[in-house]
């Protein structure tokens, strides 16, 4: 959805809380715009006749609160208790349910022991940005693979680069944020000299300063030298002829990772340097993945991030694998945090309605029938499960409320995608963190809540008349079914003013009647 161009006020509300859903939670983008339009369709009935906006939301928000509260009754802890191995386990099948219905799902068994790792690897706070993913075309899918520390791609280099060597152990690292370069003068410089031997002292000067900032960078100690600004090739063959590594024009996010991961500091001078500054790993080494040469620092003492090297056969397809990756690993990421599950494949939101539905029949009056509409737009998620699946929904949601239907015997019965039926998703592993539901239920009230209270949308008729020219001359409209009178104006207009009924006889007598009798009749 971050693709399109939406113009609708009330498509832009779903576009809305799709990336607030996937800020938040990071998976369900799709549920919750398919639960937004559910629940609107559901109100659409009592808006036609002429029930208050304002009633169905009030409606609305009171069976969001009783389905929240019945969400958290039936959330469950992710371990009670139990080894780390079996707590991994459960990890492993929340990431596996979240690429399900993703372009990689029959490599789910690969990919979601990556997922929890990588998410091992941060601290407390978490945070995605710390993990890199890096794309290589080429090769299987099977050939990613995780890095617990840093790895990007080669940046630019200059001669001599080859002449470096390409693994270290246990290497020190400066990290710089200054060129290693000849300045190069600005365009106006000026200056002015009484004797030509002055001149040599300036360029001497010059080299002076940039052979004290590579001494002094050999000085530290550091084996390997990064830089987020250029490198130039006199520093790099003067690292190489001293069997140091170094690399320019690194990006800034993958130098703060480096940061993060061997406890380094970005320098802006090589004046000072001492030895706390400097970042160090267990194991740095330059390799070949497909066509491209990666940088790799693994081992590192504070290894609070991780990359990930997708590989696969079509940029379209790595593009899909990493949108997928990033749904697992915040789901993941969300299991860490809460620890509390509920199953899918739509068993929640039956029994979600269900409690909806008998607390429906507790109230009085008009709020009575659209809490009941709340409770059966919840539907929507096995509808579309069963739809998307190709079997019959009508059959499997009736056989679903017929699990539901007697409290607690049916709780966690869902759509059976393997074998076309129902089954029990808690059992089977599909599971999903209950923050999940809880945030897709409310952006999706919340939504529908606007949209009811908007009374009238305005549009100005100067916007609407330069639509209509847009695209062409005067005349020719927007396309073959506008504008063919002259000025823009309707065909209908054109030829008449009205329409198909005047065109066929009818109205002022022009048409084909108005051609009787004259060569016939």
């Known amino acids: 959805m971050q693709l399109l161009d939406v113009v609708h006020p009330a498509a832009k509300t779903l576009v809305d809380i799709a990336k607030s859903q996937d800020a938040e939670i990071g998976d369900g983008t799709t549920s919750v715009v398919v639960m937004a339009g559910s629940l609107m369709t559901a109100a659409k009935p009592f ?3 002429g029930v208050h906006p304002q009633v169905i939301i009030r409606a609305f928000r009171r069976a969001l609160g009783v389905a929240v509260a019945r969400l958290k009754e ?4 992710l371990v009670e208790g139990g080894s780390a191995e079996t707590r991994r386990a459960l990890l492993e099948k929340c990431a596996k349910t979240s690429m399900n219905s993703k372009l990689i799902s029959s490599y789910q068994d690969f990919f979601a022991p990556l997922v929890v790792d990588c998410i091992s690897c941060l601290d407390e706070d978490m945070d995605l940005k710390l993990v890199g993913m890096k794309k290589v075309p080429g090769g299987s899918v099977t050939e990613s693979f995780l890095v617990k520390g840093v790895a990007f791609k080669r940046t630019f280099s200059y001669a001599g680069f080859e002449q470096q060597p390409k693994t270290f152990e246990n290497p020190k690292i400066l990290l710089l944020n200054l060129e290693l370069e000849l300045q190069s003068e600005a365009s106006n410089a000026e200056v002015r000299l009484k004797d030509p031997a002055q001149y040599q002292s300036i360029v001497d000067a010059e080299w002076e300063i940039i052979y004290d900032k590579l001494a002094k960078c050999v000085a ?3 084996q390997i030298i990064l830089s987020k600004k250029p490198i130039g090739d006199l520093a790099t063959q003067y690292f190489a002829d001293r069997d140091l590594f170094c690399a320019g024009r690194v990006t800034n996010a993958d130098l703060e990772r480096v940061a993060r991961a061997t406890r380094g500091r970005i ?24 066509a491209e040469r990666y940088n790799l620092f693994t081992g590192c003492p504070e290894a609070k991030t991780a990359t990930l090297v997708l590989r696969g056969g079509a940029e379209q397809f790595i593009d899909e694998t990493e949108r997928s990756l990033h749904d697992s690993l915040m789901i993941v990421k969300n299991c860490f945090k809460s620890s509390t599950i509920v199953a899918g494949g739509g068993a929640t939101e039956l029994e979600v309605s269900r409690a909806l539905k008998d607390f429906s029949r507790t109230l009085m009056g008009k ?14 998620i096995p509808r579309q499960l069963a739809d998307n699946a190709g079997f019959d929904s009508t059959d499997v949601l009736n056989r679903l409320r017929q699990k ?8 966690w019965f869902g ?8 089954c029990d998703t808690m059992d089977l592993g599909v599971w999903e963190p209950v923050n999940s539901k809880i945030n897709s239920l409310s952006a999706a009230t919340e939504a529908a809540c606007l949209v009811l209270s908007i009374d009238e949308t305005v549009k100005n008729p100067k916007s609407q008349d330069a639509q209509l020219h847009q695209g062409g001359p005067p005349g020719m409209g927007r396309g073959m079914g506008r504008g063919m009178g002259g000025r823009g104006q309707p065909m209908s207009a054109a030829m ?12 002022r007598g022009r048409g084909i009647r108005a051609y009787r009798g004259k060569g016939g009749k």
Do not use: N, Y
Not at 274 to 290: K, S, W
Not at 367 to 380: C, H, N, P, Y
Not at 404 to 411: E, F, K, L, M, Q
């Open 220 to 222: 530290s100690g550091a």
């Open 74 to 77: 039936l959330g469950v802890p």
């Open 367 to 380: 709020e009575q029938l659209i809490v009941a509409a709340f409770a059966k737009a919840l539907e929507i």
């Open 47 to 49: 808006v036609q006749e």
């Open 415 to 422: 759509v059976d995608i393997d074998r076309e039926g129902i």
């Open 404 to 411: 539901h239907a007697v409290a607690g015997a049916g709780t």
């Open 496 to 507: 008449g003013g009205g329409g198909m009924k005047a065109m066929m006889g009818g109205g």
């Open 267 to 290: 320098q802006t001078t090589v004046h000072g340097l001492t030895p706390d500054v400097l970042g160090q790993c267990a194991h740095f080494e330059e390799r070949q993945v497909g």
